[in-house]
């Protein structure tokens, strides 16, 4: 039977790359959802194209240009966030990948969850924000989180027919674009320049976490939520050339590791045919070509936010909220040229030390505190910008 899936975010880097694995085996696939924020036009062709039940435009003033453009097609169109979260519990939908960005992401898993449906997350920042909220979620609901990020698709093909504990896991990083730039010279780097990930082509805001390296402490604290793993058991490992996606070490010594070249389309088909493997037309891996593989401790000092993850960890309760609230307007405001690439860190040292204290939040102080955090991050970054 074909497995029906809603794509969350399917004008994404994630999500085209999701609709070509579709495309590559349209006999165990079906498009039943797609949604985009503002890219309708993408999303108008993509409607055409894959004829779903339903599309989502996020932005509820593009609302009537979808509708109109998609008139003639027996296609449901909704508009706004809200539809975002209840069109995930459709109950044509079998999986839903989460390919949204930032905190977009965390109300639709919570109500796919609560729907019992597979949940393919690409959206890390479900669990960076919420990660206690979802663990307690899937206790009380069962149902399933099938990883789509590389290193934790890995891991999770290193677990398959393991019932022993994990004794490490040991997360790789590319380095980013900055990984041989000088400290020093970090506060004069352009967005264009932290937008060039030497092994992946990803959208922008994962991008710009990629050369902070946020995105490797974003990764740190999805694993902790994903395999239930203490952060003194994640280490993290540069490993410039992309091939190793990350190891998993058992109590006897033995390590596991999953390897291919760096091409998304494979965790993405993994999390969508789980527990089978698809063949999928894209580039082998050739030892013989790449005879050499390096890895190497992080450089923390150059590298802050890799730092702040594991602070953020242990603070607990709403501290990986704070960090990301913080993190979405730094970014947004590197990428507009509003702060130089050193105030990233600088911004969410600033907010994680104004951390409230909240022991067990529920989703409404969640929210409150995103709210409040990107509130006291825009004030600062308009202060320095003025
Ligand atoms: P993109 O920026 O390429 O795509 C994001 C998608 O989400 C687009 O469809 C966009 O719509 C939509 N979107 C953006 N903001 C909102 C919003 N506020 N409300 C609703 N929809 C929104 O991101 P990526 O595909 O690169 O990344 C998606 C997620 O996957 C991120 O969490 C990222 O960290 C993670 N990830 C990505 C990897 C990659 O290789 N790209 C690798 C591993 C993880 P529109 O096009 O209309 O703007
Ligand atoms: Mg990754």
Same mark, same amino acid.
């Given at each position: 039977?074909?497995?029906?899936?809603?794509?969350?975010?399917?004008?994404?880097?994630?999500?085209?790359?999701?609709?070509?694995?579709?495309?590559?085996?349209?006999?165990?696939?079906?498009?039943?959802?797609?949604?985009?924020?503002?890219?309708?036009?993408?999303?108008?062709?993509?409607?055409?194209?894959?004829?779903?039940?339903?599309?989502?435009?996020?932005?509820?003033?593009?609302?009537?240009?979808?509708?109109?453009?998609?008139?003639?097609?027996?296609?449901?169109?909704?508009?706004?966030?809200?539809?975002?979260?209840?069109?995930?519990?459709?109950?044509?939908?079998?999986? %839903?990948?989460?390919?949204?960005?930032?905190?977009?992401?965390?109300?639709?898993?919570?109500?796919?969850?609560?729907?019992?449906?597979?949940?393919?997350?690409?959206?890390?920042?479900?669990?960076?924000?919420?990660?206690?909220?979802?663990?307690?979620?899937?206790?009380?609901?069962?149902?399933?989180?099938?990883?789509?990020?590389?290193?934790?698709?890995?891991?999770?093909?290193?677990?398959?027919?393991?019932?022993?504990?994990?004794?490490?896991?040991?997360?790789?990083?590319?380095?980013?674009?900055?990984?041989?730039?000088?400290?020093?010279?970090?506060?004069?780097?352009?967005?264009?320049?932290?937008?060039?990930?030497?092994?992946?082509?990803?959208?922008?805001?994962?991008?710009?976490?990629?050369?902070?390296?946020?995105?490797?402490?974003?990764?740190?604290?999805?694993?902790?939520?994903?395999?239930?793993?203490?952060?003194?058991?994640?280490?993290?490992?540069?490993?410039?050339?992309?091939?190793?996606?990350?190891?998993?070490?058992?109590?006897?010594?033995?390590?596991?590791?999953?390897?291919?070249?760096?091409?998304?389309?494979?965790?993405?088909?993994?999390?969508?045919?789980?527990?089978?493997?698809?063949?999928?037309?894209?580039?082998?891996?050739?030892?013989?070509?790449?005879?050499?593989?390096?890895?190497?401790?992080?450089?923390?000092?150059?590298?802050?936010?890799?730092?702040?993850?594991?602070?953020?960890?242990?603070?607990?309760?709403?501290?990986?909220?704070?960090?990301?609230?913080?993190?979405?307007?730094?970014?947004?405001?590197?990428?507009?040229?509003?702060?130089?690439?050193?105030?990233?860190?600088?911004?969410?040292?600033?907010?994680?030390?104004?951390?409230?204290?909240?022991?067990?939040?529920?989703?409404?102080?969640?929210?409150?505190?995103?709210?409040? %955090?990107?509130?006291?991050?825009?004030?600062? %970054?308009?202060?320095?910008?003025?």
């Amino acid at each position: 039977m074909k497995k029906r899936i809603a794509i969350l975010g399917a004008t994404g880097s994630i999500g085209a790359q999701a609709l070509d694995v579709i495309a590559q085996h349209p006999h165990c696939f079906e498009v039943e959802v797609l949604t985009a924020h503002r890219n309708v036009d993408l999303l108008v062709q993509q409607a055409r194209q894959w004829e779903p039940n339903a599309v989502v435009v996020a932005d509820e003033d593009l609302y009537l240009t979808v509708k109109q453009a998609l008139s003639r097609l027996p296609i449901k169109v909704f508009a706004g966030a809200k539809a975002l979260a209840e069109v995930v519990t459709l109950p044509g939908v079998d999986i %839903v990948l989460n390919a949204l960005v930032g905190i977009s992401g965390l109300l639709p898993t919570l109500a796919a969850i609560k729907a019992h449906k597979t949940v393919a997350l690409a959206n890390k920042e479900t669990l960076v924000v919420a990660g206690s909220l979802i663990q307690s979620l899937m206790l009380q609901n069962g149902g399933r989180l099938l990883p789509v990020d590389s290193e934790h698709s890995a891991i999770f093909q290193c677990l398959a027919g393991e019932i022993s504990p994990v004794e490490k896991i040991i997360l790789t990083a590319s380095g980013g674009p900055f990984l041989h730039t000088p400290a020093a010279e970090l506060s004069t780097v352009s967005p264009s320049q932290a937008l060039q990930h030497p092994q992946w082509n990803m959208g922008a805001k994962v991008s710009i976490d990629s050369a902070t390296m946020m995105n490797k402490g974003f990764e740190v604290m999805e694993a902790r939520w994903l395999f239930d793993v203490a952060p003194a058991q994640i280490e993290v490992l540069v490993h410039p050339q992309s091939v190793v996606h990350s190891l998993v070490q058992f109590a006897d010594g033995s390590l596991k590791a999953q390897l291919g070249v760096p091409d998304m389309r494979l965790p993405i088909a993994y999390a969508l045919s789980f527990p089978e493997r698809l063949p999928l037309n894209s580039a082998r891996f050739d030892f013989l070509q790449n005879g050499q593989l390096s890895f190497f401790a992080p450089d923390v000092q150059k590298f802050r936010c890799l730092q702040f993850a594991y602070d953020a960890l242990r603070m607990g309760g709403v501290a990986g909220c704070t960090l990301n609230a913080a993190n979405e307007v730094a970014v947004q405001a590197f990428l507009e040229q509003k702060i130089a690439f050193t105030r990233i860190p600088a911004l969410l040292e600033q907010c994680l030390a104004h951390c409230e204290t909240i022991a067990q939040p529920t989703l409404q102080d969640f929210l409150e505190v995103d709210s409040k %955090v990107r509130r006291e991050a825009q004030e600062s %970054v308009a202060a320095s910008h003025s």
